[in-house]
């Protein structure tokens, strides 16, 4: 088994320009340096290559987008391209997000297209996915949970589900202060394994990274983390404040 271990914190549309350089500077400084934990910061689109530049070579922090353009290149006004990002040395993406499933009613269609604009750019992807409140309380999440894979990952090059990172981030838990419990955590991610080996291999299914994100904070990060199929956290809200971020990736 060779599944990468890492905390990953979308800034989301929050922060200028000085706030952001002061947060990446306060996660350079106090964040472990241990080479067994992937960090990846998620800014906003404006400061990527700022970023980027002010990356110390000692702290190995990645840096990924918060979206990328479904399209190659042309006249899109106000879209991002994978193959821009790529250029300022982005490393991640992220695609799938709920936030962009909700209010920018994105499809699987369009996430499809996405991963395959960031495959082609040669950018990692991290793909979001979970249930909302009612799917969970009609016991329909593992269902929709695996809906939302199928639909996906089903289209992509069989060789290239490698390059992704999976997000388990129930709605319900996102932004609001409810965390799944490890049980409810560790008894998804088991079961998004199972859906992985029974769609492409038992190989692949030991070797992908799962991510729990909703409202994960430094008090409940490390009883998450120890779950034996959660991978790490995709982080929102905490990831805001640098001592809580911190934190959170110290709890590995
Ligand atoms: C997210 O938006 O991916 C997320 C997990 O947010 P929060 O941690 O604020 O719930």
């Known amino acids: 088994m060779n599944r990468k271990k890492i905390v990953a914190g979308n800034w989301k549309m929050n922060?200028?320009?000085?706030?952001?350089?002061?947060?990446?500077?306060?996660?350079?400084?106090?964040?472990?340096?241990?080479?067994?934990?992937?960090?990846?910061?998620?800014?906003?689109?404006?400061?990527?290559?700022?970023?980027?530049?002010?990356?110390?070579?000692?702290n190995n922090i990645k840096i990924g987008a918060q979206n990328c353009s479904e399209f190659n290149s042309g006249a899109y006004?106000?879209?991002?391209?994978?193959?821009?990002?790529?250029?300022?040395?982005?490393?991640?993406?992220?695609?799938?997000?709920?936030?962009?499933?909700?209010?920018?009613?994105e499809t699987s269609e369009q996430f499809i297209l996405k991963i395959e604009q960031a495959l082609l750019a040669d950018l990692k992807i991290i793909f979001c996915f979970g249930e909302n409140l009612e799917h969970r309380k009609s016991n329909f999440h593992f269902k929709i949970v695996k809906t939302q894979l199928n639909e996906v990952l089903s289209r992509l090059p069989k060789d290239k589900i490698n390059q992704l990172v999976l997000a388990y981030e129930p709605v319900w838990a996102i932004g609001t202060g409810?965390?799944?419990?490890?049980?409810?955590?560790?008894?998804?991610?088991?079961?998004?394994?199972?859906?992985?080996?029974?769609?492409?291999?038992e190989e692949l299914a030991?070797?992908?990274?799962i991510l729990y994100g909703g409202s994960c904070n430094s008090q409940n990060a490390k009883e998450l983390f120890d779950c034996p199929d959660v991978d790490g956290g995709?982080?929102?809200?905490?990831s805001l404040i640098g001592p809580e971020f911190c934190k959170i990736i110290n709890s590995f």
Not at 178 to 200: C, D, G, K, N, W
């Open 77 to 105: 006004t106000g879209e991002v391209s994978a193959d821009m990002l790529k250029s300022i040395s982005c490393d991640y993406v992220l695609v799938g997000h709920s936030e962009r499933r909700r209010y920018f009613n």
């Open 234 to 238: 995709l982080i929102g809200g905490a």
């Open 178 to 201: 409810e965390t799944a419990s490890p049980v409810q955590a560790q008894e998804m991610h088991l079961y998004i394994r199972t859906v992985i080996a029974q769609m492409f291999s």
């Open 15 to 58: 922060t200028n320009f000085n706030e952001a350089l002061e947060l990446l500077n306060f996660i350079q400084i106090n964040s472990t340096t241990s080479p067994q934990v992937e960090k990846i910061l998620f800014p906003p689109f404006a400061f990527i290559k700022s970023i980027k530049d002010a990356l110390s070579i000692t």
């Open 206 to 209: 030991q070797n992908i990274s």
